[in-house]
Nanobody, 114 residues
Framework: QVQLVESGGGLVQPGGSLRLSCAASGITLGIRPVAWYRQGPGKERELVAQMSTGGPTNYADSVKGRFTISGDNVKNTIYLQMNSLKPDDTAVYYC????????WGRGTQVTVSS
């Protein structure tokens, strides 16, 4: 059974940082496309960052220069380092992995507020 479990969300002040983690079981993350998506209040789910084996990483324009996606193949985990957070970054953040179908985590809430 494939499971993706996100962690690391929380409440942070504008300008702060958070690192999200997505730990996988039943699937190997390092050999397939993976990504982080988010869904803000009243908004559609949107792609934040993606990466694939041997390919470039891609970022939404709104997070370029502030967010970094990375992975640890030993821990079978991907990360999203988020710096210079803004209130508009408030959302539920979801981990995604492409297998024989799309796999999603349940999400972790990130709230950016003073």
């Amino acid at each position: 059974q494939v499971q993706l479990v996100e962690s690391g969300g929380g409440l942070v002040q504008p300008g702060g940082s958070l690192r999200l983690s997505c730990a996988a079981s039943g699937i190997t993350l390092g050999i397939r496309p993976v990504a982080w998506y988010r869904q803000g209040p009243g908004k559609e789910r949107e792609l934040v960052a993606q990466m694939s084996t041997g390919g470039p990483t891609n970022y939404a324009d709104s997070v370029k220069g502030r967010f970094t996606i990375s992975g640890d193949n030993v821990k079978n985990t991907i990360y999203l380092q988020m710096n210079s957070l803004k209130p508009d970054d408030t959302a539920v953040y979801y981990c995604y992995a492409q297998g024989f179908k799309a796999f999603w985590g349940r999400g972790t809430q990130v709230t950016v507020s003073s």
